[in-house]
């Protein structure tokens, strides 16, 4: 689960050299980013997954999606998944629970989000106006997620199946809503494997900080954490030896 893509700002932005070499580090390492059609398909047991294949996403819809992260996309050949707010699509991230001192940064146009459709990338929900899910009542929840799916099917002219779920805030109310909107599947920001049987509407993903060298990330992508650091691999092994995994 990728956000930022560009000029160090926050833990949840990348720099570009930095993303390049993650993906890189991970092609060497074996590893194959798949569609959301494979993935999906792969959890209604209708298709095979492989060792070392997983799904890229990205959160929010940046600008520099298509500056920076195009370019490694296609170098590699792989898709990505990227989750839009609907209503800020051409605008800036000023999402409904932000106050005035967050930085906001520039958000995919039409055209951009075409040409990124061009080479792969598909498009999902991530509502309407980003708020907090689970704050919301039951009309705001319904506008929130039906209205966003509509919007973007309009755009897109193709079936909207995925939410993630702003601030990964969701609760047992806010999945119902999601079904009752017509998606099949939703993310979560929980760490850990997603695995056949698994809770459609809380799929698991995990978290890239800036910071994270390759290495780092291999380590959370093969433990399944959002913890890189050597200790949880240290713990990992130990468990192994001990006959506890």
């Given at each position: 689960?990728?956000?930022?893509?560009?000029?160090?700002?926050?833990?949840?932005?990348?720099?570009?050299?930095?993303?390049?070499?993650?993906?890189?580090?991970?092609?060497?390492?074996?590893?194959?980013?798949?569609?959301?059609?494979?993935?999906?398909?792969?959890?209604?047991?209708?298709?095979?997954l492989e060792p070392g294949d997983f799904l890229l996403t990205f959160d929010d819809g940046y600008r520099d999606l298509h500056h920076h992260v195009l370019p490694v996309l296609r170098e590699l050949d792989w898709p990505g998944v990227v989750f839009l707010v609907s209503d800020r699509i051409g605008g800036e991230s000023?999402?409904?629970?932000?106050?005035?001192?967050?930085?906001?940064?520039?958000?995919?146009?039409?055209?951009?989000?075409?040409?990124?459709?061009?080479?792969?990338?598909?498009?999902?929900?991530?509502?309407?106006?980003?708020?907090?899910?689970?704050?919301?009542?039951?009309?705001?929840?319904?506008?929130?997620?039906?209205?966003?799916?509509?919007?973007?099917?309009?755009?897109?002219?193709?079936?909207?199946?995925?939410?993630?779920?702003?601030?990964?805030?969701?609760?047992?109310?806010?999945?119902?809503?999601?079904?009752?909107?017509?998606?099949?599947?939703?993310?979560?920001?929980?760490?850990?494997?997603?695995?056949?049987?698994?809770?459609?509407?809380?799929?698991?993903?995990?978290?890239?900080?800036?910071?994270?060298?390759?290495?780092?990330?291999?380590?959370?992508?093969?433990?399944?954490?959002?913890?890189?650091?050597?200790?949880?691999?240290?713990?990992?092994?130990?468990?192994?030896?001990?006959?506890?995994?």
């Open positions: 689960m990728y956000h930022r893509v560009d000029l160090p700002g926050s833990r949840f932005c990348v720099p570009p050299a930095r993303f390049a070499a993650q993906l890189r580090a991970l092609a060497r390492a074996g590893f194959r980013a798949v569609t959301l059609e494979h993935f999906t398909a792969w959890l209604a047991g209708e298709a095979r000023r999402w409904a629970t932000d106050d005035e001192a967050r930085p906001v940064y520039p958000l995919l146009d039409a055209a951009m989000i075409a040409t990124l459709r061009a080479h792969g990338v598909s498009f999902q929900s991530h509502s309407r106006t980003h708020p907090r899910l689970t704050a919301l009542d039951a009309a705001a929840l319904a506008e929130e997620l039906a209205g966003s799916r509509a919007r973007l099917e309009a755009l897109l002219g193709e079936p909207v199946e995925a939410l993630a779920y702003p601030f990964g805030a969701v609760d047992e109310r806010v999945a119902e809503a999601a079904r009752d909107a017509g998606y099949r599947f939703a993310f979560s920001t929980r760490s850990g494997f997603n695995r056949r049987g698994e809770d459609r509407w809380r799929l698991r993903r995990i978290d890239v900080h800036g910071d994270d060298s390759p290495r780092m990330l291999l380590r959370k992508i093969r433990l399944g954490t959002n913890d890189g650091g050597l200790m949880p691999l240290v713990r990992y092994y130990l468990r192994r030896l001990l006959g506890k995994v």
